[in-house]
């Protein structure tokens, strides 16, 4: 379920990537030698787009699920257009966070290789610090926001998910009876994992915090999204029954259980109208 904005705003550890205090004092050139501090900036800035992207991402599919567009437009919204919207965000958050977390390629100088969360961490780790008391605070910090068991977990199946399912398909060789299918990964798992990813990258944002989520997820703007959900909504026949047919609804809400009236009034006021 989405969290309300402004509840969202109280929480800036979850939009604000920030490191420990301070490390957060101190610009990348004052904390490492030249040629890290080099590599870092431009692994960073990388890091940062992609984390940007995957945030928002995984906003706009929390914003689906709140909306509970199939019990209250029914057919008009089709059955086609959002389980494929769904489904096509949901692959591309899994291949962001497959590129973020478990790419084993290395980043080189020359601009080859991958850049990851975890190459970045091994170059600082491994890499030339100017003051080796920050470099101790640094690799502290990281086994206090390191993946914990469940996020491991989450993260191979990810990888599972993006290598057998949506890069690759290859064509069974053995029985229905005998295949193993591939363990779906639900939301509300793909934001603890991610939130434990901002945490990493936070700890790696020296000198600055850094918003990692799009000016069209914040107010006062509302979301694209969220501004065509409710134009359905306004045209929505079931939404505006109560007053297309007003002579008869007292006979029709009768006949609506509890759960459909309590959809149905979710979706009035949502869009200003009073409950039916």
Known sequence: MAI????YL???N???ASSHPELAKHKPGELLGPELAESYLTQHADLLARITHLHCNILLLE??????FFDLLGELLGAQIWPLVWQNTSDMCLILIHALVNEKT???????GAVSIEGLKKELFKGEWL???MKQLFTTEWTKRAFNKECKSVKERVRENRNKRIAHRVLPTISAEQQTSVEPIELGELRTLFDRIHAMFGLMSFGSAYVTVSPA???PRKSALCDVLDALLRN?????????????WHLQRSAYGEDRLAHLNAARRRIGLPEA
Request: charged share 45%.
């Open 236 to 248: 929505s026949e079931e939404v505006s029954r109560p007053e297309r047919e007003c002579e008869f």
């Open 106 to 112: 290395k980043h080189k100088p020359d601009g080859s």
């Open 131 to 133: 003051d080796k008391a």
């Open 63 to 68: 914003e689906l699920q709140a909306f509970d």
């Open 14 to 16: 979850k939009w604000q």
């Open 217 to 219: 997820f914040t107010p």
């Open 4 to 7: 309300p904005w402004d509840e």
């Open 10 to 12: 109280r929480m800036p």
